[in-house]
Every structure is written in structure tokens, then in C-alpha cells.
């Protein structure tokens, strides 16, 4: 009969079960009735030898969904490279030729127009400290929105939303955050993902990156 019920549930749930079977064992038993673990009761039974299978074969499942997060922590960031280097290749074929440079020079020179901060932020990329607050600026031209979560947010990315620098891919916020380190990710477009200009990281408990940041 047990044979049966095993045989018709691998037909119907075959890689979604576990590969381990807990054979019938008189030890198991009496380990139950003392109370004890069979590991302790019997180690060297049939039973404890099935049950320290069984443990091995979901240690190296969790251990191979780990890197599989891995693998598609990785590949959102190849993705995310991707885009940014065809956003400059576009801005390279805009570059002035050397005519155009020499022209250029030739007229007098215009006293560059004033600009703020916040202007400034979207001539690079990345995570910096400026003064009291800590400026975070990406490049994702075709995002529809793109949110900040960390640990000095509680992980709630609609606490930090980034805006979008007009006409531009460009996005960027300000944050104060006291002295200290943080561990944060980007949330793009719901989609959860490493910095992909901080080349600092470390491994969460999920198998991902969080990005890190360190404020002084």
C-alpha cells in the first residue's frame, strides 16, 4: 500500500517531491516511546541513517536555490550595465567633430550659466556624501519609477522615491542619514536590485546583494 500511495504521488508531483524515504524501523519507534531523538537513541540504525539523509538533500536544495538567487542577482546587473552603456553610445555619436570643436573656440567664450546642487547631481552617477545628506543618482532610461529601500527606511521603498531629471534618464534624490553604515537596494519598477554604480556589496540572507554605504 505505501509502495502504491509513493508510486501515484511521484506521477502526479515527480520534482516537486524530495528524493529521501524514511524506511520502516523498529528503533524509530523506540527512540519515540524514550522520548529521545534516534540520533541520540541509536546512531547507528537504519532510521538515523535515513533521517541524516533527508537532512543532507534539503541542505543541498536551500544551498542550490541560494545560488540560483545569485545567479539572478548577477544577471540583473549585467542587464542593468547593458543599458547604461547604450545609453553612452548614443551620447557618443553626439559628440561635436573636430571642425565643430575649432569653431567653437574661435568665439568668445560665455560665462557658464549658474547652477545648484541638485543640477549638478545628474553629471554622475552613484552614492555620495555631500554636506548633511547623502545624494544617490542612477541611470535607468526606461524606468517609470525607481524607489530607495534600506535598513534607516525599514525596507519600505515608498519612503524614498527618486525623480526623474527632465529630459534625461537620470534619477536622483537626497537623503540625511546620521553617521553610520547602511545596507540598501534600488526598487525599479518593483523590481528589486543591487546599485549597479556602488561597487560596494555584501550577500543578504536571500543569496542577493545589498548595495552598502557608509556615511562619515
Request: proline residues 5%.
Amino acid at each position: 500500500m505505501a509502495r502504491e500511495i509513493l508510486a501515484e504521488l511521484r506521477a502526479h508531483f515527480g520534482d516537486k517531491m524530495l528524493r529521501t524515504i524514511i524506511n520502516f524501523n523498529t528503533k524509530i519507534k523506540e527512540a519515540s516511546s524514550f522520548g529521545q531523538p534516534i540520533s541520540e537513541y541509536d546512531s547507528g540504525s537504519k532510521g538515523q541513517k535515513d533521517f541524516a539523509a533527508l537532512a543532507q538533500e534539503i541542505i543541498g536544495a536551500e544551498a542550490r536555490q541560494q545560488r540560483q538567487q545569485m545567479v539572478n542577482s548577477l544577471a540583473e546587473q549585467l542587464e542593468s550595465i547593458s543599458t547604461s552603456a547604450s545609453v553612452l553610445l548614443e551620447a557618443t555619436k553626439l559628440k561635436p567633430t573636430a571642425d565643430q570643436v575649432e569653431q567653437k573656440e574661435e568665439q568668445p567664450a560665455q560665462q557658464p550659466k549658474p547652477t545648484d546642487t541638485d543640477a549638478k547631481l545628474s553629471e554622475y552617477y552613484g552614492v555620495s556624501q555631500i554636506g548633511d545628506a547623502v545624494a544617490f543618482v542612477t541611470l535607468y532610461p526606461r524606468a517609470k519609477s525607481v524607489h530607495i529601500a534600506g535598513d534607516f527606511n525599514g525596507w519600505q521603498p515608498e519612503k524614498n522615491p527618486l525623480e526623474k531629471v527632465a529630459g534625461s534618464g537620470v534619477w536622483q534624490t537626497k537623503i540625511k542619514l546620521p553617521r553610520g553604515k547602511y545596507r540598501y537596494r534600488l526598487v525599479v519598477d518593483g523590481q528589486w536590485q543591487q546599485d549597479p554604480y556602488n561597487e560596494i556589496t555584501e550577500l543578504n540572507p536571500f543569496g542577493q546583494l545589498n548595495s552598502v554605504l557608509e556615511v562619515k
